[in-house]
């Protein structure tokens, strides 16, 4: 027997959502009314007699509670799924008293709404005794409080304290296991990107999450004496935990690599830490996160699998100047610009090198700062091959736009690379350019030939009866870029073909000359933007657009 559900709902957007994206048919629900506020939902109530109620709590005219409450004082019986937020939190205790079935928490997705619509119903069809209202609350509030306490947290560090928000208070309601006092908050980060498979589902990528979460837990428990919270906010796992309370003989970089340690050891991925400096009370959790987010961004200078103090991001000197009014850097782009239009290539590549060691060695400046400034550089060299050479530079890698890449550079290797593939566009676009010197072909042919074995700089010297220095700098003049890199261009371009066959990921590494699966990953990722997984069903896509595409215009032709 369907079961009848009225649906109550002021949002329009998110009533309409819960009308059009769910099959309530399918599951042997029959909707027999939706209300836009309480009033309305009373007269349907009264009206149909519904076996469930679906409602918020904030509704013109009667709020939800009150709606439940007038709906059973005419004698109205029926069951209740309270839609609330953590705002509403206090509403929870009266909610109870009315005999709320269950509720779900905003935001909420449509698999979430039949989640607890299902079990409510799977308990009418199977119960001939009703179970205790409250009894039954219970259990729902204890299956569900995770997700309240993440909720309260992540808005914690969202915004700074509201006036009248009283903390305490709701730290003593809802059981959370920190403490008003002095706290500091952590966050932990996946580096997806050096991962050569990417999950192969939404559902994997969450177990592996809660497996985190219970690994940082453990690991840090007794190093804040049991007054931590581990919660997710957006693609980050953070950690809220009280330093006054307990002492460990550890130090705090010792125990964040013991963290660390054991996120690699059990699940086999590269992980990069950042910690707040200490902060007076929970009251000022939004600004200790954004303590932690700016160490985090360590990891663009140092690179991906660090540990990073915001106390250590104190000690550092902050540039007097803009990066834009920095006269090194200003120097610096003037210099490289010279060498191009003198043809100098060689010191072209080592001007570039030069300029990004600068920024290793003075991380003063912000990742956006520096992303900000290369993007203006390259530019600048799109400008400069279209007038001194009248040739437009393919700024596109396949289906990647580098110009569109560099916000989402997370390091500064990764930009060097585009850097270096732009610098050498612009040499091979130069028309001045003489035929390729004898040796530094014969290098090229040994490249092709041997690119999948363990070629080095030094092989390739040998072979060619030059020195190391020499090779190397002949090939940066006359390419305009390095062996290594050179080699590494050539074998992405080589693997990009056999992804392009479907591949396995461990088996194009080999053939095309990487022993580690790992470091083929990284290094395909540096040069082109994309994981190895990424760019083959980015190219299985297009491929599936493309016959799409060619089945419509024959259809076309025979209509």
Not at 179 to 189: A, L, M, N, S
């Amino acid at each position: 027997m369907a079961l009848k559900m009225i649906i109550a709902e002021d949002e329009q957007s998110f009533r309409e959502g819960l009308i059009n994206l769910i099959d309530w048919k399918l599951y042997d629900i029959e909707l027999t009314g939706v209300a836009e506020n309480g009033r309305q939902a009373l007269d349907l109530i009264k009206r149909d007699s519904p076996d469930l109620l679906l409602t918020d709590i904030r509704m013109p005219f009667l709020n939800g509670l009150e709606l439940i409450r007038s709906a059973k004082a005419g004698g109205a019986q029926f069951h209740t799924i309270l839609i609330t937020g953590y705002d509403e939190f206090e509403y929870a205790k009266e909610a109870i008293s009315l005999g709320v079935s269950d509720y779900l928490l905003k935001p909420c997705m449509p698999h979430d709404i039949v989640r607890v619509i299902m079990d409510v119903k799977q308990k009418l069809d199977h119960s001939d005794v009703a179970v205790p209202l409250n009894r039954e609350l219970n259990r729902t509030w204890n299956r569900n409080i995770h997700l309240l306490k993440n909720q309260i947290l992540t808005q914690w560090v969202r915004q700074p304290l509201m006036p009248l928000e009283n903390r305490s208070l709701v730290i003593r309601e809802v059981n959370l296991a920190v403490q008003p006092g002095p706290i500091e908050i952590g966050i932990v980060r996946m580096d997806m990107n050096d991962r050569s498979e990417p999950y192969p589902s939404t559902r994997d990528l969450e177990l592996i999450r809660y497996a985190m979460q219970n690994i940082v837990n453990e690991t840090l428990n007794d190093f804040y004496s049991g007054n931590i919270e581990v919660f997710r906010h957006d693609e980050d796992l953070l950690w809220l935990g009280n330093t006054s309370i307990g002492k460990s003989e550890l130090s705090t970089v010792e125990i964040m690599k013991t963290v660390q340690h054991n996120l690699i050891s059990y699940l086999k991925l590269s992980f990069s830490i950042a910690l707040s400096s200490p902060h007076p009370s929970v009251n000022d959790a939004q600004l200790a996160y954004e303590e932690a987010v700016e160490a985090m961004e360590g990891r663009f200078y140092q690179g991906k699998g660090g540990i990073f103090l915001h106390e250590e991001l104190n000690q550092q000197q902050s540039p007097s100047s803009s990066i834009l009014d920095d006269p090194f850097l200003q120097r610096w782009e003037k210099e490289l610009f010279t060498y191009l239009q003198n043809g100098q290539y060689e010191q072209a590549v080592d001007a570039i090198e030069t300029g990004l060691r600068y920024f290793k060695e003075r991380p003063g400046y912000t990742r956006s700062e520096v992303i900000l400034l290369i993007t203006s550089l390259i530019l600048t060299l799109r400008k400069f091959a279209e007038e001194q050479y009248s040739v437009s530079i393919e700024w596109m890698d396949e289906n990647i736009d580098w110009i569109e890449k560099m916000p989402e550079m997370e390091s500064l290797d990764e930009c060097s690379s585009i850097l270096q593939k732009i610098v050498q566009c612009v040499v091979l676009a130069a028309p001045s350019r003489k035929t390729l010197h004898r040796t530094v072909h014969a290098t090229l042919e040994l490249i092709k030939s041997k690119y999948n074995s363990n070629l080095t700089l030094e092989q390739a010297a040998k072979e060619t009866f030059v020195s190391n220095s020499y090779l190397s700098s002949l090939f940066k003049q006359e390419l305009g870029v390095n062996f290594l890199d050179y080699l590494h261009q050539y074998r992405i371009e080589q693997a990009k073909e056999l992804l392009r066959k479907n591949y396995k990921i461990y088996a194009v590494a080999k053939l095309v000359g990487y022993q580690e699966e790992r470091h083929f990953s990284s290094t395909f990722k540096k040069w082109t933007g994309l994981a190895p997984r990424q760019y083959q069903k980015g190219y299985e896509a297009i491929i599936r657009d493309d016959i799409t595409t060619l089945m419509e215009v024959e259809q076309d032709e025979h209509s």
